[in-house]
């Protein structure tokens, strides 16, 4: 477990004792994107999470930690670095090919939002290839030699958290799924495309 301490502008994870509770904590974590794009555009995929269960009745609690990859399956695309809403940024990401690696933020314990849940953890601009159509999927995963993605502060007064790993907690995982169509554009070139073939067929 870990505490946060912010030291000048700099901010400090600094290891503490884990939470005695037992309390079961339920972490859902999902992406928002829309349901269509064209190829060859772009769109921000949003990551949000809400926690339920009797965690929420321990103490003074809010979500505390996110450390996680973002990958894309289905298509090819680009990601941009993550730009962190109410977080405190630790590594907007490396990209790489379909991904974007080791995306971390805090919650800094004074900053506006502390409390709400479900809580919008970060965004992340997606552009599409021109030549490639179907269905995109998007989704945080764990980061590679971890298994937790989030951690919640039992009682932030006390330093007492809880990951989406420990006893007592479960997590949910809902990707996004995104339908890359032809632009106007590329509708048009395939109609001639198709007309030609079938002039030729005669």
Wanted: hydrophobic share 45%.
């Amino acid at each position: 477990m870990f505490t946060i301490v912010r030291i000048g502008l700099g901010l400090t994870l600094v290891a503490t004792t884990a939470s005695s509770s037992r309390a079961d904590a339920l972490f859902n974590i999902w992406v928002e994107a829309p349901e269509q794009v064209n190829a060859g555009g772009s769109f921000t995929a949003s990551v949000w999470t809400e926690v339920s269960g009797s965690v929420l009745n321990e103490g003074d609690g809010a979500i505390a930690h996110v450390s996680t990859d973002i990958l894309s399956s289905g298509l090819n695309v680009d990601f941009s670095p993550a730009t962190f809403p109410t977080m405190g940024r630790v590594s907007a990401g490396t990209p790489g090919a379909n991904a974007l690696r080791w995306v971390e933020g805090v919650n800094l314990l004074f900053s506006d939002g502390f409390e709400s849940n479900p809580y919008h953890l970060f965004d992340v601009q997606v552009t599409t290839s021109k030549a490639s159509y179907g269905t995109l999927e998007i989704s945080p995963e764990a980061r590679d030699g971890e298994d937790f993605l989030l951690a919640w502060w039992v009682d932030w007064s006390q330093g007492t958290s809880i990951l989406d790993t420990d006893p007592g907690s479960s997590r949910i995982i809902t990707p996004a799924t995104v339908r890359v169509v032809p632009s106007s554009g590329g509708v048009a070139v395939l109609s001639l495309a198709g007309l030609a073939a079938a002039r030729r067929r005669r």
